[in-house]
Every structure is written in structure tokens, then in C-alpha cells.
């Protein structure tokens, strides 16, 4: 019933910067919280980023901390991911998640996952 499709991925030197977008559609009234996680090759799934689609809190794993923003614009139904000063440890392939709950449960447990977007830091 939900659909997430990821955009804007690409190749990027280190210290530049690249926005990644996650578009839904379907059925996403209930799915409030909205996010990212991330995949190296070889290497476990790990959490990015979240947003809580109506209070607007929002959460980030450590390693993005000051680097990287995550919005959301209701207009467009879109979430969006704002990564500057990238590092080559950045690399990975970027997945768009979301869950009916709150942006705890959303770390541990998403319902819906875009087909992710391939993000590359060269040095």
C-alpha cells in the first residue's frame, strides 16, 4: 500500500555534498515517521536518519551528526536528506524507510523500504 522510491544519489568527491530525495505514494496517512538508513558493501544496514512527519522531531546516528539534515515537505509528500561534508566511510547504497509509530520504532522495525540509491565519496 506504500510505495518509497529514492532520488538523487551519485558520485561525489570528499567534503562535497549531494541530496537525496524519497518520494511516497499510496496509502502513507499513517506512515508518520520517515527515514534513512544505509548499507555498505559487505557490511549490516545501519540507521541515518529519521523524521517524525507531524511533530517534526528528528534523530541521527552519531556518525551524521552537523553533517547531514533531514527534512520532510508535505507538499510534495517527500522526505528529504541533505548530506554535507561527505566522507569516503559514506559510501553505501541509501535506502528510504517508513513505519506507522514513532521514530524509535522506525530505527528497529520499518514497514516500507524504497529499492535504495547508490551514494559514492571518493577521496
Known amino acids: 500500500q506504500v510505495r518509497l522510491e529514492e532520488s538523487g544519489g551519485g558520485s561525489v568527491q570528499a567534503g562535497g555534498s549531494l541530496r537525496l530525495s524519497c518520494s511516497a505514494s499510496g496509502r502513507t496517512f499513517g506512515q508518520i515517521s520517515r527515514g534513512w538508513f544505509r548499507q555498505a558493501p559487505g557490511k549490516e544496514r545501519e540507521f541515518v536518519a529519521v523524521?517524525?512527519?507531524?511533530?517534526?522531531?528528528?534523530d541521527y546516528a552519531d556518525s551524521v551528526k552537523g553533517r547531514f539534515t533531514i527534512s520532510s515537505d508535505s507538499a510534495s509528500n517527500a522526505v528529504h536528506l541533505q548530506m554535507n561534508s561527505l566522507k569516503p566511510e559514506d559510501t553505501g547504497i541509501y535506502y528510504c524507510a517508513s513505519v506507522a509509530g514513532n521514530n524509535a520504532l522506525l530505527k528497529t522495525n520499518p514497514s516500507y523500504w524504497g529499492q535504495g540509491t547508490q551514494v559514492t565519496v571518493y577521496s
Open positions: 523524521i517524525h512527519w507531524i511533530s517534526g522531531d528528528t
